[in-house]
């Protein structure tokens, strides 16, 4: 079945510090979208892309459509302590197809204060 | 004001037992999914339905039964619960296929 790859898997870094993470597919996508999942709670939208090169901003995130539209990045400036969780990008085929999203692996964010 | 609910939060059960998980959203929307997170935090969907139209029912066994008795409602009932159940149990929404999905917290279900 279809497959995102996400990277890094997991990140520590000092808080202040810029982080940056993608997502690769082996197949197009209509639709990208940035989660984020904090322990015990349901990933919460970050960001959503419906465009090829498409860049767009949600305070200190920023995520990108790749123009190929096989992958996607997501940004964040001046990491803060409450950044700490787990990152997911997810792809669709949009509303022509079921609506299904595709997840990666997640990337973990650790951040020292 | 909570957008897409569960219960219940921790369901505790015995192999071979039959429980239930339900999932109400009041955003409105018209497509409601379930997804299963396992130990590793993948997700991955497994049914999703539409209008209260099942569209998306990916391989999962069929001793999972969604039922949406409403656009604002998925149950998800599982007969014959085994150890590989153990997982935790995502209901979203979205409006329209392929747009914006919002998770409820999550059913945390441990099969001993």
């Known amino acids: 079945g279809q497959q995102l790859n996400q990277s890094p898997q997991s990140m520590f870094i000092q808080e202040g510090e810029d982080v940056s993470m993608n997502c690769t597919s082996s197949s197009i996508f209509n639709t990208w979208l940035w989660y984020k999942q904090d322990p015990g709670e349901g990933p919460v939208l970050l960001i959503a892309?419906?465009?090829?090169?498409e860049l767009t901003s949600n305070g200190r995130l920023t995520a990108q459509f790749g123009i190929t539209r096989k992958d996607s990045f997501l940004n964040i400036s001046a990491s803060i302590p409450s950044d700490v969780g787990i990152y997911f990008c997810?792809?669709?085929?949009?509303?022509?197809?079921?609506?299904?999203?595709?997840f990666g692996q997640g990337t973990t964010l650790q951040v020292k204060p | 004001d909570t957008a897409v609910s569960q219960t219940p939060k921790y369901l505790v059960t015995q192999m071979g037992n039959d429980k239930s998980i339900k999932c109400e959203q009041n955003?409105?929307?018209?497509?409601m999914y379930w997804y299963k997170q396992d130990s590793k935090k993948f997700l991955k969907i497994m049914f999703s339905?539409?209008?209260?139209?099942?569209?998306i029912n990916e391989t999962v066994p069929n001793r999972f039964s969604p039922k949406s008795p409403d656009k604002a409602h998925l149950n998800l009932h599982i007969n014959s619960l085994e150890l590989g159940d153990s997982a935790v149990y995502f209901c979203a929404s979205s409006q329209g296929r392929g747009n914006e999905q919002f998770f409820g917290p999550g059913t945390r279900l441990t099969v001993l």
């Open positions: 997810a792809g669709s085929h949009g509303s022509s197809n079921t609506g299904k999203l595709i």
């Open positions: 339905y539409n209008n209260k139209e099942l569209i």
């Open positions: 892309l419906y465009k090829a090169g």
């Open positions: 955003l409105g929307h018209d497509t």
